[in-house]
C-alpha cells in the first residue's frame, strides 16, 4: 500500500460522552471512594470517548482523513456528542445514526493523578448496534476499517461474533486493511459469561490488525491467568506482572487463530508488536517480525484517558502512510505520550508533522519495566530503535 492510494480510515463501533471529574489533590485522589465522604472536586471535563471518538478523533488531529460510524440516542447527551464531534470541522458527524427513544452512552472516568483510570459505564445506543450500521457508502474507498469495543456492544457478542465476522469481511471485499480493539469484559455483567476465547478463533481470521491491550488478551484467552495474575488488582495488576513470555504465548495463540498482525498495548511499560509469516497485505518487510519499545518520558502526566486508543490512531496513521514495523510502532507510543499530557482523550494530540519532528529532536524513551530474568535483555534485543520515518 502506497501513501498516494490511501483515501481515509473508517472507525467504527463504540461512542460514548465522557465526564471526567477533575481531582484536587493527592487526598482526594486517595479517600474520595470512602462511605459517607464529601470530596470536593474541580471542573468536570466533558468529552467525546469511546474508540469511535478517541481513535477517530486522533486520526483527524494527526491530519488523517477519517469517517466515522456509531449509534447514538436522540437526548441531549447525543445533541452534546454530535456538538463536540461537529465543532472539529469537516463531516465527521455524517456517519453518526441518532436514533429516537434510545439513550446516549455515556461514562464517568475516575483518573486520578499518576493513577490509572477506572470507568462507571452505560453503553446505552451501543447495546444495539449491528452490522447493517455500516453502509457500503461507509466502506466505499477504505484503506483501514477499526472497530472498537465489541465487549460493551450487546448486539456485537451475543450472537459470538458472527455479525462482527460478516462486517470485517464486507470491509475487506471493500479494499480495507481490518482492525480490532477490544475492551475488558465487566465480569458481573452479562457479557463477562461470553467464551471470548471462541470469539477471538471466529473472528480474528478476518482481522489483519489486532491491537488489544495485554489484560484484554489475557483475559480473553487465559481467564485462569488473568486471575492468577491479577491479585485482586484486576487488569492493573496483570499489566504490572506480564512476561515477555506471556506476550509471546498471547501473539501465538492470536496468529493462531488467524491475525496477521497483534499490537499489545502494554500501558506505562510500552508497546509489542508480532507479526505472522505471512505480513500485512500490500505492504512489504511485515512478515515475521517481533519488537518492542518502552514508551516515550512524559515529564507530567495529567490523565491516561484514551490512551490505548490514540496508540491505536498513531500505527493505522503509520499503516497508512506505509511506514515499517519499527517505526510504525515508535509513533504508536509517541502518539500515547502525547496524548497522556492532557487530561481529556484527543486534545494533546498533535499533527503528524508536529509529533515525528519531536520524535527526532531527542525525546527519549524511558527505561524497561523488569519483571522477569532476562526479559530487560529480551526486550532491547528486538527494541525499536531510532526513528526512520520521514
Known amino acids: 500500500m502506497s501513501e498516494s492510494s490511501v483515501s481515509r480510515i473508517v472507525v467504527c463501533g463504540h461512542l460514548c460522552l465522557d465526564i471526567i471529574p477533575t481531582f484536587l489533590g493527592a487526598g482526594a485522589a486517595q479517600d474520595w471512594a470512602r462511605p459517607g465522604r464529601l470530596t470536593q472536586m474541580g471542573a468536570p471535563v466533558i468529552s467525546t470517548g469511546g474508540a469511535v471518538s478517541n481513535v477517530g478523533l486522533a486520526l483527524h488531529r494527526l491530519g488523517v482523513p477519517v469517517r466515522l460510524a456509531a449509534r447514538i440516542g436522540d437526548d441531549p447527551l447525543g445533541m452534546l456528542i454530535l456538538d463536540r464531534i461537529k465543532a472539529t470541522g469537516g463531516d465527521l458527524a455524517a ?26 459505564h452505560c453503553p446505552g445506543a451501543n447495546d ?3 452490522e447493517g450500521d455500516v453502509s457500503e457508502a461507509t466502506l466505499r474507498d477504505a484503506a483501514i476499517f477499526h472497530f472498537g469495543y465489541p465487549p460493551l456492544m450487546k448486539k456485537m457478542w451475543s450472537d459470538g461474533g458472527i455479525g462482527l465476522s460478516r462486517l470485517l469481511e464486507r470491509a475487506r471485499a471493500a479494499g480495507a486493511l481490518t482492525s480490532l480493539d477490544m475492551s475488558l469484559p465487566d465480569p458481573a455483567s452479562p ?16 482481522v489483519d490488525l489486532f491491537v488489544p491491550s495485554v489484560e484484554e488478551l489475557v483475559s480473553m484467552i487465559d481467564h485462569a491467568e488473568f486471575e492468577r495474575l491479577s491479585q485482586g488488582l484486576g487488569g492493573e495488576g496483570v499489566l504490572r506482572m506480564a512476561t515477555f513470555a506471556l506476550l509471546e504465548r498471547l501473539s501465538d495463540k492470536a496468529l493462531e487463530y488467524g491475525a496477521s498482525v497483534i499490537l499489545i498495548k502494554l500501558g506505562d511499560r510500552g508497546a509489542y508488536l508480532r507479526t505472522g509469516s505471512g505480513g500485512l497485505r500490500g505492504m512489504a518487510g511485515w512478515e ?40 510504525a510502532l515508535s509513533v504508536a507510543v509517541a502518539v500515547g505520550g502525547c496524548c497522556v499530557e492532557a487530561a481529556d482523550a484527543t486534545s494533546g494530540i ?20 523488569v519483571t522477569e530474568p532476562g526479559w530487560k535483555e529480551v526486550a532491547q534485543g528486538i527494541w525499536a530503535g531510532p526513528l526512520d520515518a520521514p
Open 95 to 120: 456517519g453518526i445514526a441518532r436514533v429516537p427513544g434510545e439513550i446516549t452512552s455515556y461514562s464517568v472516568v475516575i483518573n486520578p493523578p499518576s493513577v490509572d483510570r477506572s470507568f462507571l
Open 128 to 130: 444495539t448496534f449491528q
Open 191 to 206: 457479557s463477562g459469561a461470553v467464551d471470548w476465547d471462541a470469539y477471538l478463533a471466529r473472528v480474528l481470521g478476518r
Open 288 to 327: 515475521n517480525r517481533e519488537l518492542y519499545t518502552p514508551v516515550f518520558r512524559v515529564p507530567h502526566v495529567v490523565g491516561t484517558t484514551g490512551a490505548g486508543d490514540s496508540t491505536i490512531a498513531g500505527f493505522l496513521a503509520s499503516i497508512s502512510k506505509g511506514l515499517a514495523p519499527g517505526d
Open 350 to 369: 498533535r499533527p503528524w508533522g508536529e509529533t515525528i519532528a519531536r520524535m527526532k529532536s531527542g525525546w527519549e524513551k524511558a527505561a524497561v519495566h
